[in-house]
């Protein structure tokens, strides 16, 4: 049973840190791109960041480049984000998920396995 597990969320005032984690199970965690999604009220989903199978890509939607890292640790198989600078616009939720074609994608139809989410709020 696959199983994708996001920690780390909380409430920060703007300006502040915060790193996400998500751990996976019961897959092929190494061969998986990964990417992180996120979903405000009454809003699509979007997505934020993604990271190829060997850690060696990344991308991220405009708004947060330059604030948010993501990256990856196969021993653990996990993928974390970063998340340094925060504003308020950057209140969701916060998913994690796994494309096992490897590339990672900006489409959230295209992932295989998704997470729970944990709730991010920022405030002003």
């Known amino acids: 049973q696959v199983q994708l597990v996001e920690s780390g969320g909380g409430l920060v005032q703007a300006g502040g840190s915060l790193r996400l984690s998500c751990a996976a199970s019961?897959?092929?965690?190494?061969?998986?791109?990964m990417g992180w999604f996120r979903q405000a009220p009454g809003k699509e989903r979007e997505f934020v960041a993604i990271?190829?199978?060997?850690?060696?890509?990344?991308y991220y939607t405009d708004s947060v480049k330059g604030r948010f890292t993501i990256s990856r640790d196969r021993a653990k198989n996990t993928v974390y984000l970063q998340m340094n600078s925060l504003k308020p616009e950057d209140t969701a939720v916060y998913y994690c998920?796994?494309?096992?074609?490897?590339?990672?994608?900006?489409?959230?139809?295209?992932?295989?396995?998704w997470g729970q989410g944990t709730q991010v709020t920022v405030s002003s």
């Open positions: 998920a796994a494309d096992r074609r490897g590339a990672g994608r900006t489409t959230s139809s295209e992932y295989d396995y």
């Open positions: 019961g897959l092929t965690f190494m061969i998986y791109g």
């Open positions: 990271i190829n199978w060997t850690g060696g890509s990344t």
